[in-house]
């Protein structure tokens, strides 16, 4: 099947290789010309325009935009512009659903498909496949079935093999309902993302601080007392720990995998700050989760533990310390 592709960057170029090696006829285009020349050279179709990358696609023609949520609407206009009834644009970036809503409406005005495709795999998914959570117009996601099959992580498939409800899950892949509904459902992964990144984080901290008996600790006014060093004398091996809970543990996971890499790799993780981004997806869960009143403590406590790591809690902590200066003359101890 032939498709094109915008956006080409570590996750766009990863699929557009995956598809090559499926068997597919990629069409690419990225502002950056060495971008396109790389994949060329793979085998993909180069285009140096909007117009052309969509001018060297068959009807219906079909564009997938694979990049950040701030410009997929422009780039969407651009792409939307040299299209004809009948076509279809897909978004495999991280967009608010909000968004792929009102593109739907109003690319259904012009007769031109739309199609969100929540995108899950990273780096890692030319090799393991990509988990795909789609939302769209049931006509429009049928016809891409061999490239979702390509993508996600159960291969290749004949369409005619593909039910009419279209029950693709255990591939990796799966219509989850209108437009809009592949990154609701992304938008929620992602917030239980957080989640479980949070967790295991918070675990391992309390982990290496399981010597804290064995450290000398000041006896001050402005030092809590460790009331029983004696039961905080371990001095824990952080990666030999996270290996041995990937087999066989109830918290084994990829993430995990992932983590105990990291601690193999870097044990006092020496090469990161410590500073957490979030793109916009755990703001979104907890948005949606205010308006439907669902409780989600976990999800939103992990969401503000990563602006706190962005120094957002920083005037909040002064003014902490000052209120504790101003009622009781407490002075700041210095920063260890």
């Given at each position: 099947m032939q498709i094109g592709m915008m956006g080409l960057g570590r996750m766009g170029a990863n699929m557009v290789r995956r598809l090559l090696r499926g068997g597919h006829e990629c069409v690419v285009y990225d502002i950056n010309p060495a971008s396109v020349a790389a994949l060329v050279a793979e085998g993909a179709v180069g285009a140096a325009s909007v117009e052309e990358l969509v001018s060297k696609l068959a009807k219906p023609a079909a564009v997938w935009l694979m990049l950040p949520a701030a410009i997929t609407d422009e780039n969407l206009e651009r792409v939307a512009a040299h299209m004809v009834p009948g076509d279809i644009i897909i978004d495999g970036g991280n967009s608010f659903y909000h968004d792929d809503v009102d593109r739907a409406e109003r690319l259904s005005v012009r007769s031109l498909n739309y199609v969100d495709v929540g995108t899950s795999g990273g780096v890692w998914g030319l090799d393991r496949g990509y988990c795909l959570m789609i939302g769209g117009p049931d006509d429009a996601v049928r016809h891409?079935?061999?490239?979702?099959?390509?993508?996600?992580?159960?291969?290749?498939?004949?369409?005619?093999?593909?039910?009419?409800?279209?029950?693709?899950?255990?591939?990796g892949y799966l219509h989850c309902g209108p437009s809009g509904s592949g990154h609701f459902v992304k938008m929620v992964h992602n917030g239980i993302e957080y989640g479980m990144m949070a967790a295991y984080a918070e675990g391992m901290n309390l982990l290496k601080s399981a010597n804290a008996g064995k450290a000398a600790r000041a006896a001050d006014a402005e030092t809590s007392p460790l009331q029983q060093p004696k039961y905080y004398q371990f001095d824990l091996d952080l990666p030999a720990i996270a290996e041995v809970w990937r087999h066989g543990s109830v918290v084994s996971s990829w993430l995990l995998d992932l983590t105990a890499g990291a601690l193999k790799a870097d044990p006092e993780l020496a090469g990161f700050s410590g500073r957490v981004s979030d793109s916009g997806e755990g703001r979104w869960t907890v948005k949606a989760a205010i308006d439907t009143g669902v409780p989600v403590p976990v999800l939103s406590s992990a969401l503000y533990q990563r602006f706190t790591s962005q120094g957002e809690a920083e005037f909040g902590d002064k003014l902490l310390s000052a209120m504790r200066f101003a009622f009781g003359g407490h002075h700041e101890k210095p920063k260890s």
């Open positions: 891409l079935d061999p490239i979702f099959a390509t993508l996600a992580p159960g291969g290749d498939i004949d369409p005619a093999d593909v039910s009419e409800d279209m029950k693709t899950a255990d591939r």
